[in-house]
């Protein structure tokens, strides 16, 4: 297992931020400070030095800080006792820059996996409240990592579903040897959409052992919970649904069976998670998926990935917390950072651990970060 | 840009902006270059464009461009007329014949099949085909479309139109490009060539 850790970050007009300079634990950092100070910023800089983009706002330009037209961050990675620079610049209407030890990347995706880092984030709810979508995302981002063959189905399959759908929407214009026609796209769907299941399916497989027993550390054992793969590719093989639903598709003008109708059922006690789980069910749930989602990140680059937990304390009771700081303190995490409003709570855990901790108190009026804070 | 002294010149430079991959700026641009020529220049220009749609033919027998109703290719006696590739395009039959290996006719589609671009089978290009397939004047059909879904959906569109007759179907080989460093293949790609791997005692056939 490769050891991990960023060292020092620097920020200039990033977001928020007119210039900062900060130094890190290899293990505990906590961000603490009054709401809209930048907590969640600095997360997002760390985001954007290991998957080259911010985890909330995809248009580089708005990451500027307001009024300037650039950006540059530079953080410093220790991985295998090496030091690795990692350089990242947004102009105004420019291309943005990305390199490793001052070399430029050609490709931004080079670069994807080398310092992998996994966000827990409020955001993630959309995972429970959203549609089928956000959960087909969740498991095709972490089946691409390791499967690029994946990939290559998922963009093959979603080519010939647009072409399908095209095509049945222009059905009164050729109603002649329709199906023959529709057939054809039925063919080129077929292999990759059962690619597709095959592995989601293995995915889920894997996945769900040990998130259960990362919901269970997390709860003290106190619900049972479910994650459930549910595909229409489980009743019957994928040939057989699509003649079977022709005349449903040319109706509804969309195909209306195939992985694009996958979704993961999430329950607790049996009942959906949705509709019965408490908020802080829900966020148990979401937590536990992404520590399951850390480990699988874990062993296929065989390094600990990097854990920003952004305001991981809003909607949980004091157990659940610390049973989280517990677990992450722990060998089998690597470097974590996290924010949170109030220090007391955080450091009355931490303290009663043996482990190396940092805490960065982010200051309001001077967008200048004091490196160090109490150790 | 938007004021030209003249009602002329600004449907001149409407008419080359409609060319695709020119913008406002390249066809004013053109179009004061063209301004500037000779009368002779000029018409001779105009007049190359207007045979070219006027008098330019398809050859009867393989869709191809041609200046004659049977172009040269498959005029020519001493070419494989059992052996006919079918391709997208002018453009691929020129790229193939550019490799100097190939001495068989071909069949050019026009197309390929994409409800996006609203283009079906029926829109495609193969009664010729079908017809010298009919009268078994062919033993091979090479099917050298992009490898795209589209090339895909449009290759297995002919296969099973064609499958039940005496025709071999075959299709280009997908791998590795020759010359190429294997680190730098993209893993796709490397994936399809292991799969469809070739007996070493061929490869030095070639």
Known sequence: MNNLYLNKLSLVQFKNYQEASLAFSPKINCF??????????????????????????????????????????????????????????????????????????????????????????????SLILEGSEQRRRFMDTVISLYNKQYLHALIRYNRALLQRNKLLKQFEFKRENFYDELELWDTQLVVPGNEIYQKRKEFIEKVIPVFQQYYNTISEEKEKVGLEYRSQLHESNFETLLVTNRDKDRVMQFSTVGVHKDDLMMS???????????????????????????GFIRDLTHTKPILLLDDIFDKFDAHRVSQIIRMVAQNEFGQIFITDTQLEHLENILQELDTDYKVFKINEEIKTVIPGGET | MSHFPSKLLEEAVEAFAGLPGIGKKTAFRLVMFLLRQDQDVVEHFGQTIIRLKKEIRYCRSCNNISDKEICDICANKHRNHSLVCVVESPQDVMAIENTGQYHGIYHVLGGLISPVDGIGPNDLVTA???????????????????????????????????????????????????????????????????????????????
């Not at chain 1, 709401?35 to 760390?46: E, F, M, P, R």
């Not at chain 1, 330009?61 to 953080?75: A, S, T, Y």
């Not at chain 1, 006690?269 to 992404?290: E, I, R, Y």
């Open chain 1, 32 to 125: 603490v400070g009054d709401n809209g100070v930048g907590k969640t910023n600095l997360l997002d800089a760390i985001h954007y030095l290991s998957l080259t983009k911010s985890f909330f706002n995809n248009i580089d330009q708005q990451n500027i800080l307001h009024g300037k037209d650039f950006f540059v961050l530079q953080g410093e990675f220790v991985k295998k006792g090496h030091s690795e620079k990692v350089f990242c610049s947004v102009r105004q209407n420019k291309k943005k820059i990305f390199k490793r030890n001052n070399k430029d990347y050609e490709r931004f995706a080079d670069h994807i996996g080398l310092f992998p880092v996994v966000m827990i984030s409020p955001a993630d709810s």
């Open chain 1, 268 to 294: 607790l006690n049996d009942h959906p998670l949705k509709k019965t789980g408490s908020q802080g069910q829900q966020k148990t749930f979401l937590v536990a998926l992404k520590f399951a989602k850390f």
């Open chain 2, 128 to 206: 010729p085909l079908e017809e010298k397939i009919n009268k078994g004047e062919v033993k091979e059909i090479i099917l050298a479309l992009s490898t795209t879904m589209e090339g895909d959906t449009t290759n297995f569109y002919l296969f099973r139109k064609f499958k039940d007759t005496p025709v071999k179907i075959t299709t280009l080989a997908r791998g590795v490009s020759v010359g190429g460093e294997l680190e730098y293949a993209d893993e796709v790609t490397l994936g399809r060539s292991i799969a469809n791997r070739t007996l070493f005692e061929d490869t030095f056939t070639l």
